[in-house]
T-cell receptor, first 115, second 113 residues
Framework: DTGVSQDPRHKITKRGQNVTFRCDPI?????LYWYRQTLGQGPEFLTY????????KSRLLSDRFSAERPKGSFSTLEIQRTEQGDSAMYLC?????????????FGSGTRLTVV | AQKVTQAQTEISVVEKEDVTLDCVYE???????LFWYKQPPSGELVFLIR??????QNEISGRYSWNFQKSTSSFNFTITASQVVDSAVYFC??????????FGAGTTVTVRA
């Protein structure tokens, strides 16, 4: 297993366009998380999945954001009608459940620039 | 609500100096976990340590050491004899429920040769 993979690594888009990011977690991890990191700040929680179920969404996740994890494997994060304020690093992480639930493995992130 | 404060935005040291990163946390929960992560320029968050709220023992791992004090709600991190490869952004984080993490704003450490 090569860890958590995110694609693309970088994305530049024009304001108003839609973008979609993909995350492939570690195969045996049931939990998958999305975090957003703006310049000079720590990562902020966006949402997480237990298998295919999306269990919680942060209020940071406006209605322009949608995340899915079909079949409990990879996940996608879509941003519709992008705004300049969406420019950030989007980090995906996965972990097992149970006592090891905090055993996060982070991906390298997708850096989004909205121009 | 949970909060993590890393008061130091940037620290610059000369190689072989020791550097201590401060972390203060806030939570009303009695069971929680504290973490330190390293983020090199490549962007990936690298796990360094996890401690639970019931284990206040200090820990040493090579050149890294951690001081956990519940009385002051602090979880400080010291790099001894720093090296250029230690240059990165370091994040302290707090986990309370559902395995979600609350991160501090990070401290950028620059080690000059």
């Amino acid at each position: 297993d090569t860890g958590v993979s995110q694609d693309p690594r970088h994305k530049i888009t024009k304001r108003g366009q839609n973008v979609t990011f993909r995350c492939d977690p570690i195969s045996e991890h049931n939990r998958l998380y999305w975090y957003r990191q703006t310049l000079g700040q720590g990562p902020e929680f966006l949402t997480y999945f237990q298998n295919e179920a999306q269990l919680e969404k942060s209020r940071l996740l406006s209605d322009r954001f949608s995340a899915e994890r079909p079949k409990g494997s990879f996940s996608t994060l879509e941003i519709q009608r992008t705004e300049q304020g969406d420019s950030a690093m989007y980090l995906c992480a996965s972990s097992p459940t149970g006592d090891s639930g905090y055993g996060y493995t982070f991906g390298s992130g997708t850096r989004l620039t909205v121009v | 609500a949970q909060k993590v404060t890393q008061a130091q935005t940037e620290i610059s040291v000369v190689e072989k100096e020791d550097v201590t990163l401060d972390c203060v946390y806030e939570t009303r929960d009695t069971t929680y976990y504290l973490f330190w992560y390293k983020q090199p320029p490549s962007g990936e968050l690298v796990f360094l340590i996890r401690r639970n709220s019931f284990d206040e023992q200090n820990e040493i791992s090579g050149r890294y050491s951690w001081n956990f004090q519940k009385s002051t709600s602090s979880f400080n991190f010291t790099i001894t004899a720093s090296q250029v490869v230690d240059s990165a952004v370091y994040f302290c984080a707090l986990g309370v429920v559902d395995y979600k993490l609350s991160f501090g704003a990070g401290t950028t450490v620059t080690v000059r040769a």
